[in-house]
């Protein structure tokens, strides 16, 4: 999977990416995450690619020339048609679902827009998907695309050394993930979950989805209308509800 990033600020995303599991997953070739600056294609020697509003207005707004080029020289350079995407807080809300179906692609390239935004010509040129992260304002697009691509590239086979561990967590099933332990066996007096200690797998296996069940129905109660629950997991979940 082959991340294109046309920004202002390429070292912030770059760096941001260069640790931990996305950082290695470059290194042995499962993705790459390529930044481009927009301001390499400004066409004068200032260098400068943002201009006042039309119609007035506070900040400045990103001209659609140099945008465009750098998005032509990445299209040249790929060769084949891809998504567009542009990071804004009016586009559709970023979600795993949405994860699931970009880390289908072989290339993505982001567009992240700053100051007051970019000239809306541009983007009706290229942008094939805006998408905001949340609903609140980011001062830029370069966290939101590195957001989007940690998310995406967890997915892509092999990033994760443990590839079960992509699909049974958080949000499969639309549920939350169950709580986790790990040694010492006591902690400030709270024991582990005694059934963790069992051994038996089908038991073990039972008690979490219960209590993704539980902690569903406790912190995101509004995940439940779409989750696929039996009769009885529906009885638990209006229990927490109602307590
Ligand atoms: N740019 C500024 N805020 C944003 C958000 N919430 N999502 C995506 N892009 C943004």
Request: glycine share 6%; aromatic share 8%; hydrophobic share 35%.
């Amino acid at each position: 999977m082959n991340f294109h990033v046309m920004t202002l600020f390429p070292e912030m995303v770059t760096q941001g990416l260069s640790d931990s599991i996305i950082g290695r997953a470059a290194d042995r070739g499962l993705v790459s995450v390529h930044a481009v600056n927009i301001r390499d294609y400004a066409n004068n020697r200032y260098r400068q690619v943002d201009d006042y509003p039309y119609g007035g207005g506070a900040g400045m707004v990103i001209q659609p020339q140099p945008v465009y080029d750098c998005y032509q020289a990445l299209a040249k350079q790929i060769g084949q048609k891809t998504r567009v995407i542009y990071l804004t807080p009016q586009g559709r809300v970023f979600s795993q679902k949405l994860a699931e179906e970009l880390a289908k692609e072989e290339d993505l390239i982001f567009l992240c827009g700053h100051y007051e935004g970019v000239d809306e010509r541009v983007l009706e040129e290229i942008v094939t998907d805006p998408i905001s992260i949340g609903d609140y304002v980011l001062t830029g697009g370069e966290l939101p695309a590195m957001v989007m691509i940690d998310c995406i590239s967890r997915l892509v086979p092999g990033v994760l050394h443990n590839d079960l561990s992509a699909e049974f967590e958080s949000f499969q099933d639309n549920l939350l993930e169950y709580p986790q332990y790990t040694r010492p066996e006591e902690f400030m007096g709270k024991k582990v979950p005694e059934i963790l200690l069992s051994g038996h797998h089908a038991n073990i296996e039972k008690w979490r989805r219960e209590q993704s069940v539980i902690r569903t129905a406790r912190w995101r109660p509004d995940l439940l209308e779409t989750a696929e629950l039996t009769e009885q997991e529906k009885k638990l979940a209006a229990e927490i509800r109602e307590s």
